[in-house]
């Protein structure tokens, strides 16, 4: 098994769930649009924060790696931030994978985090040129 999938496991038991964290999301429900399935756990709290503050990290490293005036340095500063990056995409994949099972949710169109970690399926809104083609020509009514 590759080393990073072993250190996983403790750095995600080091991820503290402290309200106000800014990789919480932020997003309220929408009533009218979100079906709330309920909370999520702390282990893909967890999953999320790590994969979403890798993600950040590789940015803030890829800016450095291009402000850097040392070539060496910069290259692995670059190599650092696409590591982090990838990395960071495939938890943040294996979180939805792991939301939709924890819910139930692999037949719903869209899903999302809302704020308070509120796991919803949402259907999906009609382009507003589908609307206004509708609206023109006569649509269901």
């Given amino acids: 098994m590759s080393i990073w999938v ?3 496991a403790s750095e995600l038991e080091l991820v503290e769930l402290n ?3 800014p990789f919480e999301p932020m997003v309220d429900v929408n009533p009218d649009r979100d079906h709330v399935v309920g909370e999520v756990s702390d282990e893909l ?5 790590t994969a979403i503050r890798w993600i950040k990290t590789s940015m803030e490293i890829n800016v450095e790696a291009n402000f850097t005036q040392d070539t060496q340095q ?3 500063l670059a190599i650092k931030a696409h590591e982090l990056q990838e990395k960071g995409k ?3 994949n294996i979180f939805w994978a792991a939301l939709k099972d924890e819910h139930k949710m692999w037949n719903k169109p869209s899903v999302g985090l809302r704020s308070g970690w509120i796991a919803v399926w949402s259907e999906p809104e009609t ?3 589908i609307g ?3 609206d023109l020509f006569g649509g269901d009514d």
């Fill in 132 to 134: 206004f083609l509708e």
């Fill in 127 to 129: 382009p507003h040129i």
């Fill in 45 to 49: 709290r967890r999953l999320y924060l």
């Fill in 90 to 92: 495939i938890l943040r």
């Fill in 19 to 21: 309200p106000g964290n």
């Fill in 6 to 8: 072993d250190l996983l």
């Fill in 74 to 76: 910069a290259e692995r």
